[in-house]
């Protein structure tokens, strides 16, 4: 894309969508606390330093695959000078939110659609929002070192599809307002996004929408709407009307529950005993109930299972898989675990080498709404307090720092996940704090 020069300024206060997107989320959040990964290949890796799960320009520019097992090229990548780093989900969840807040100081309107993109209303004229998203720009990067690209227009859909500009023209400068261009430039903009990209679409409906002739973001904007409603549902119709400027997706401030809790590992090494899948289940269920009381909701059902190997040649594999309703819906990590080991244990094999187990919860309720329809009943009912005490000392302390039974112990278990080269959690442990050498 190229910004034109002799566009005409709009000087009437208009309501714009940006959308601010984090460059290389992790790797970037990496290279605030180790700034010697500046300019150098970094890949960050899934758990269990599995596979590649994110990777900086520099390895991308190396051909370094997404989803690539990382045994498998790590001889290659060393020789490229590729850096790799285990995942480091408490770092990422905090930056993002720290993200967020300051994004919040400059809209009403925030939604923060992923841990490393928002959408933000922003008003005035064209001059104007371009302006507030520079600031935003430098305001994210001078305070917590997060690189963005910002895309702007009169939708979601359209904001998406700006901020592909904002990233692939270096002229752009991270910013990116699709108001910028005269409509038959945005018609060329348009023509040249295949439909696979627009967001809400892609590949497996973009492969049904080539026989109408539809192949690029242009074509579907032109598209007969009714036909394209009654081809493939009103969802995709909105995305037509986003493309024409049409906002149909107003900003969400407020994120919905979730309907399920899920909690689910690969243990490091294979696990062969019933004591230490007992321990697994005390762990998982206790991280399980934390969301569960963070988004103040109670569970009426859990689903709880663990698997050897589909992959393994030394025996057949096996799944074992039970469900548990509960009388009365609870947030109560101890009475979760027992009834995990209730169900589960007695189909436990010892010397079967299970690989992962994993706790849902389901049939969610609010806390509030359960609390309410208790106030005529004389049987004590209500969740016990110590989850809530719990919570709080690891809000301030960390996740690991109090526990029930085995997961209160902080040594390292030999099932736990595998991160050799995790980075310190330098922005909510006081014991992982950065160290700064002044010379």
């Known amino acids: 894309m190229s910004e034109s020069a002799t566009t005409s300024r709009r000087t009437t206060s208009e309501r714009s969508v940006a959308i601010v997107d984090a460059n290389n989320f992790y790797v970037s959040c990496e290279r605030v606390f180790n700034p010697a990964l500046e300019g150098r290949p970094v890949v960050v890796l899934?758990?269990?330093?599995?596979?590649?799960i994110a990777r900086s320009q520099e390895a991308k520019a190396l051909n370094v695959d997404m989803a690539a097992p990382w045994?498998?090229?790590?001889?290659?990548?060393?020789?490229?000078?590729?850096?790799?780093?285990?995942?480091?989900?408490?770092?990422?969840g905090d930056m993002s939110a720290r993200s967020a807040e300051i994004l919040s100081r400059y809209t009403s309107d925030q939604e923060v659609y992923s841990i490393d993109e928002s959408f933000i209303e922003l008003t005035g004229s064209l001059d104007d929002t371009i302006a507030q998203a520079r600031e935003i720009r430098r305001a994210l990067r001078k305070l917590i070192g997060l690189p963005v690209s910002i895309g702007i227009a009169p939708t979601k859909t359209l904001a998406k599809l700006a901020n592909r500009g904002s990233k692939q023209n270096a002229a752009l400068a991270g910013v990116c307002h699709l108001g910028s261009y005269a409509p038959e430039q945005q018609t060329a903009i348009l023509a040249s996004v295949d439909v696979g990209d627009?967001?809400?679409?892609?590949?497996?409906?973009?492969?049904?929408?080539?026989?109408?002739g539809i192949h690029t973001a242009a074509d579907l904007r032109d598209a007969d709407v009714a036909r394209i409603r009654t081809r493939f549902g009103v969802v995709q119709a909105r995305v037509v009307h986003e493309l024409r400027g049409v906002d149909c997706l107003p900003i969400e401030q407020v994120q919905p529950d979730r309907e399920q809790i899920y909690h689910s590992r690969s243990f490091a090494v294979p696990i062969t005993t019933v004591t230490e899948l007992e321990e697994v289940l005390s762990v998982y269920t206790q991280r399980a109930a934390a969301r569960l009381r963070k988004q103040g909701s109670l569970t009426r059902m859990m689903r709880c299972f663990?698997?050897?190997s589909p992959f393994s040649d030394s025996a057949a594999h096996t799944n074992h898989s039970v469900s548990v309703a509960f009388p009365e819906p609870t947030d109560d990590a101890a009475l979760l675990y027992r009834s995990a080991i209730a169900a589960l244990g007695p189909q436990l094999e010892p010397g079967k080498r299970y690989v992962r187990a994993g706790v849902t919860l389901m049939e969610l309720t609010p806390r509030d709404e359960h609390a309410s329809l208790d106030v005529f009943d004389e049987?004590?009912?209500?969740?016990?307090?110590?989850?809530?005490?719990?919570d709080r000392i690891a809000g301030k302390f960390g996740e690991d720092t109090l526990g029930l039974g085995i997961a209160g112990l902080r040594h390292r278990r030999g099932w736990s996940m595998k991160r050799d080269m995790v980075s310190p959690r330098a922005t909510t442990h006081w014991d992982e704090l950065a160290t700064v050498t002044a010379r």
Do not use: F
């Not at 049987?379 to 719990?390: K, Q, S």
């Open 379 to 390: 049987a004590d009912t209500a969740p016990p307090a110590y989850g809530a005490v719990i």
């Open 46 to 52: 899934s758990n269990n330093d599995g596979c590649v």
């Open 306 to 308: 663990t698997a050897t």
């Open 71 to 92: 045994h498998s090229i790590a001889p290659i990548a060393a020789m490229q000078g590729v850096v790799a780093v285990s995942s480091n989900y408490e770092l990422y």
């Open 198 to 212: 627009v967001w809400g679409i892609g590949r497996r409906t973009a492969k049904k929408l080539a026989p109408l």
